[in-house]
């Protein structure tokens, strides 16, 4: 790896580091609802991450992260519910299970293309959903797990932890999208992307790459779930396998700019508080506000935020 | 039992068949995915719990009145926030745009109509026929019968007139059907208008059997998507026969296993022909 | 640039976070679904909490202080619900959480009102499990799914399997598969029949989802099995196309009967063509009928809204009156303290109120649960109107069966 690709990551581990400190600066005790934000919008930077690997490096849109989502929450869940893990424990594991998931979905839906895709996705998200309400002696049906995570490492959870294990999580997403993007598999992804035909008669394996996005990805989105079925203490199939979970990364990678490192992050951290805001002072509305951004930024400004900004794309 | 089990699962099918329609014809010719679909039928039904409401006429003639605003609306959307893009992101890009015309379509509909339940309740709603030992509800027999009707005659409208015929061709190659004198554009503009009016037929018809509320696109939308890749994208009778297979399929699932089985049918028949047969049941996509 | 964006957020959310800081009003949070399907609910309940709310601030409020709503929009999701229950308390600083309509957001939100101390009143989430985890801050004041049917399994035992004069009634039960469902299933139906063999038989006992469109395959099988007894444990929607659909399929039965919820809402009669005639509901009460403090609220309730009002808004506008009722022994200005002192209040509460006697216990595993047995009576649909048919004194009119 050059110089040039070690600058960012370094850039991004002091970032970490220092907004690290933030409980210390802020106490998480008196400011609940702030820390609350904080956990929603880097929990969002860690999904939207991964939905933008898969639809915005491979261009695989993706209408499943609703269902990988799903399998993480309910991984940790389940294993704290049947065999009493700590949640923090089976949260890596959360991952692993979503990707095992991904291996089954993916080696049926890339063997087409374009919307096959999509379409075999979002059959996956519902899938799972039905299972999870369906299977009520494992899965306690519609009415729900309660997790109750309990302390890692001694520290009790509270605002503090969830902040810090959010952010660190965001942080490993980014990085596994710096990582790609700074390597030379970056180039394959986009020729993919672009153009599968040219790239299959450049002689590049489309699927292998694809697979490789959808792997990091649902791996990602199922760390994801994970820790929101911790911090949330409660998980149903109505919530878990939620459209928004979908929805929400698509939008905030198209505004923040698809296909770039850092548009998913500059979406989330813009327009999450701001919408977490706005849809407790006008309940109805924040729907329409989604609609009214998501058909705007895609027609007009398709290159969302990042491409206003700067011609060089990380 | 089982006879009438399978009739009504027909009868089902039909709908469901007319409710894949418009999302089938518009991913065939340009490829898209019609995310607001749902929405579309969505507000095809309160047009005609609107005029049914307002002025006593039966959904079964007002979706022939309000279709002509259906289809002004489809092209507009079309013309101004879809084809403007470039080709190559199309693809992508609408789905993402129609998505978010889904949220504007079901927010706006709640700050119409409010949240309240709706239903369009027929004079003849509670009459019953018997046929072959099965009753049928008036209002379920007609809604199915108009919907095989007007996938009959969608299918002459694509195989015998002018306009059916420049949409297939533009719909099997773009390039040759725009030397061959096709007005590409303007046939991609009307077939994403007609696909907008089948979704919100669809929508009138289902009214009378159905309840109507904002969010109710979202039940019809997952079900119209198994159907279309059952029948295989772009195809017409593929989605009547996706259509009846799904009804009957369901309703013997939730006869003979458990009821909840039901829904995952569908799924298990989608992910089949995905795994098996891609192209769907009748197989390439050059059939109406 | 980043730093910059995330500096410039945070001061906007510190300025938001400081704004609704300790203004001189009993704040009650209220997480109910203002969208999605559960909407119209969310509706219901918001104009009786703002009826009763307005009516105690136009007689000065409690001890002087008036009180106030804040609403959040749960879309009637657990998840959501959670989140919409941790901002009402650390940052609006809500001395009390109230309702939120279904048993999934309920269950889900309980464990939150307990971590943060916050006493949680529910008027309408019945599952029996909510008050059944030794959780000293949640209160509730209505029958739960367990009790829902015990009207009706009294009205079964001593007027329909007396008058039916056959050894064995047959039974078919349908249930929606959700938290409110399965606990109907799960602490009142399947249970009451099991425990009676010797009288009745359980035919078909099977659960649907909510969104279904279809139900006549079900139906079928129902009507196949030829039961005396039809139960249904529905809410509106699916209970409207029950209620076309059976019709349409010539299912017949010497008893429909409903389990509250989508049954006892006007909508459901008028919504399936009137499908639902003579179907008997199952559930919380309408209140003290014939108590001359009802009769003056209903008419109110008619001349506002303009519609007649069932268990939904009876529930919420007196749970509003409870917490009033609760809240004059409230004294200290700290919302920490306040909130202990609501919770000693609300236990020691014993109150008459228009939907019946509010006292909170503890017995049988349950906590602060009121015991609401009686609270629930069998209503019927005749010519429009659902009317209270049992037990005898709630009657408005003799069973038609």
Redesign the interface.
């Known amino acids: 790896m050059q110089n040039r690709s070690v600058k960012p990551i370094v850039i991004l581990f002091v970032?970490l580091v220092v907004l690290s400190f933030m409980p210390f600066i802020i106490d998480p005790g008196s400011?609940?609802?702030?820390y609350?934000?904080f956990f929603?919008v880097n929990v969002t930077v860690l999904l939207a991450t991964s939905w933008n690997i898969l639809?915005g490096f491979a261009?695989q849109?993706s209408f499943g992260h609703a269902g990988f989502v799903g399998i993480g929450a309910y991984t940790v869940a389940l294993l704290h519910y049947h065999l009493q893990w700590s949640p923090w424990l089976a949260l890596p594991l959360a991952g692993v299970v979503t990707l095992l998931a991904a291996v089954i979905i993916g080696s049926?839906?890339f063997?087409?293309r374009?919307?096959?895709f999509?379409?075999?996705t979002?059959?996956l998200a519902?899938?799972t959903k039905?299972?999870a309400?369906?299977w009520r002696s494992f899965t306690q049906?519609?009415?729900?797990v309660?997790v109750?995570p309990g302390p890692l490492l001694s520290i009790p959870s509270g605002g503090a932890l969830y902040f810090v294990v959010s952010l660190w999580l965001a942080g490993f997403g980014i990085l596994c999208a710096l990582l790609i993007k700074l390597s030379k598999t970056s180039y394959f992804f986009l020729a993919v992307g672009?153009?599968e035909d040219a790239a299959l008669s450049l002689g590049i394996n489309s699927k292998k790459y694809k697979l490789i996005a959808l792997y990091i990805s649902s791996f990602l989105a199922g760390i994801t779930g994970g820790v929101?079925s911790v911090h949330?203490?409660?998980?149903?199939p109505?919530?878990?396998f939620?459209?928004v979970h979908t929805?929400e990364p698509?939008f905030l990678t198209?505004v923040g700019g698809i296909g770039t490192v850092?548009g998913p992050?500059?979406g989330t951290?813009?327009l999450v508080?701001v919408g977490e805001?706005f849809?407790?002072h006008f309940?109805?509305?924040h729907?329409?506000l989604?609609?009214?951004?998501?058909?705007v930024f895609?027609?007009f400004i398709?290159k969302g935020i990042m491409g206003l900004?700067r011609k060089k794309k990380i | 039992m089982i006879t009438s089990i399978i009739i009504n699962g027909i009868l089902i099918g039909l709908i469901y068949a007319l409710l894949a329609i418009g999302l089938t014809v518009i991913f065939g010719v340009m490829r898209i995915i019609n995310m607001f679909h749902g929405e579309a039928v969505m507000l095809g039904m309160y047009a005609a719990f609107v005029l049914f409401d307002k002025f006593g006429i039966s959904p079964y003639i007002s979706v022939f009145l309000t279709a002509p605003i259906f289809f002004v609306l489809g092209s507009i959307i079309y013309k101004f926030l879809i084809d403007p893009i470039p080709a190559r992101e199309r693809e992508i890009t609408s789905l993402i745009i129609t998505l978010g015309i889904s949220f504007i379509f079901a927010t706006s509909a709640m700050y119409i109509w409010s949240a309240d339940y709706r239903t369009v309740t027929l004079p003849f709603s509670q009459d019953v026929m018997v046929f072959i030992k099965t009753r049928i509800g008036y209002p379920a027999l007609i809604s199915s019968c108009m919907s095989a009707v007007m996938i009959v005659g969608f299918y002459l409208f694509m195989s015998k007139t002018y306009m059916g015929r420049a949409i297939r061709a533009t719909e099997l190659d773009k390039d040759t059907a725009s030397v061959m004198g096709v007005n590409v554009k303007w046939i991609s503009i009307a077939t994403f208008g007609i696909g907008v009016v089948l979704a919100a037929m669809a929508g009138g018809i289902l009214s009378p059997i159905f309840y109507i509320y904002p969010f109710v696109g979202s039940n019809f939308v997952i079900k119209a998507f198994t159907i279309v890749v059952l029948g295989g994208m772009g195809s017409v009778t593929g989605a009547l026969v996706g259509g009846i297979i799904l009804g009957v399929a369901e309703a013997l699932a939730s006869t003979f296993l458990e009821y909840s089985m039901k829904d995952i049918m569908a799924f298990i028949l989608f992910l089949g022909i995905l795994l098996f047969k891609p192209s769907g049941i009748l197989g390439g996509r050059t059939r109406l | 640039m980043f730093f910059k964006i995330l500096s410039s957020v945070l001061f906007l959310l510190l300025l938001f976070s400081q704004v609704s800081y300790g203004a001189g009003t009993f704040k009650i949070g209220c997480p109910a679904p203002m969208t999605g399907p559960g909407a119209n609910f969310g509706e219901k309940f918001k104009k009786a909490y703002t009826m009763a709310a307005d009516e105690i601030n136009a007689k000065g409020g409690v001890n002087g202080t008036k009180l106030e709503l804040v609403f959040e929009d749960t879309q009637a999701k657990p998840a959501l619900a959670v989140s919409s229950a941790k901002k009402l308390i650390s940052s609006d600083n809500v001395i009390a959480l109230l309702g939120g309509w279904s048993s999934g957001v309920a269950f889900a939100v309980a464990p939150v009102a307990l971590d943060n101390k916050t006493p949680y009143l529910l008027e309408h989430p019945a599952l029996d499990d909510i008050t059944r985890k030794n959780n000293d801050y949640v209160f509730r004041l209505q029958p739960t799914t367990g009790m829902y049917s015990a009207a009706l399994e009294d009205f079964i035992l001593k007027v329909v399997y007396p008058k039916e004069k056959k050894k064995q009634l047959t039974v078919a039960y349908i249930y929606v598969d959700n938290a409110f469902g399965q606990g109907v299933a799960k602490y009142g139906i399947i249970p009451f029949f099991k425990k009676n063999k010797d009288k009745f038989n359980l035919v078909v006992s099977e659960s649907y989802n909510e969104n279904a469109m279809d139900y006549k395959p079900l139906l079928l099988k129902v009507k196949n099995a030829a039961p005396d007894i039809v139960v249904l444990t529905s809410y509106l929607t699916d209970g409207i196309l029950l209620a076309k659909q059976i019709k349409e399929v010539g299912l017949q039965a010497k008893m429909f009967t409903g389990t509250g919820a989508g049954h006892s809402m006007q909508d459901i009669y008028e919504k399936s063509g009137k499908a639902t005639e003579k179907y008997f509901s199952s559930g919380p009460w309408h209140g003290e009928i014939k108590d001359a403090n009802w009769k003056k609220w209903r008419s109110a309730w008619e001349k506002k809204y303009k519609y007649v009002p069932g268990e939904h808004e009876v529930e919420g506008y007196v749970a509003i009156q409870v917490l009033a009722e609760a809240l004059k022994g409230v004294k200290s200005s700290d919302v920490v303290k306040q909130r202990e002192e609501l919770k000693a209040s609300l236990k020691a509460l014993n109150m008459k109120t228009i939907f019946g006697t509010v006292k909170f216990d503890n017995f049988d595993g349950y906590t602060n649960q009121n015991k609401a047995y009686k609270m629930t009576a069998v209503a019927q649909w005749i010519n429009g109107k659902l009317l209270q048919v049992w037990p005898k004194e709630a009657a408005e009119r003799e069973p038609a069966y």
């Open positions: 970032c400011y609940k609802y702030l609350n934000i929603i639809g261009g849109i049926i839906a063997k087409l374009g919307p096959y999509a379409l075999s979002l059959a519902e899938v039905l299972i309400e369906g049906g519609t009415q729900g309660v109750s672009e153009n929101l949330t203490g409660f998980i149903d109505s919530s878990g939620d459209m929805v698509i198209m850092l992050v500059i951290v813009l508080p805001v849809r407790s309940p109805t509305a729907l329409l989604y609609g009214i951004v998501l058909v895609a027609r398709p900004f």
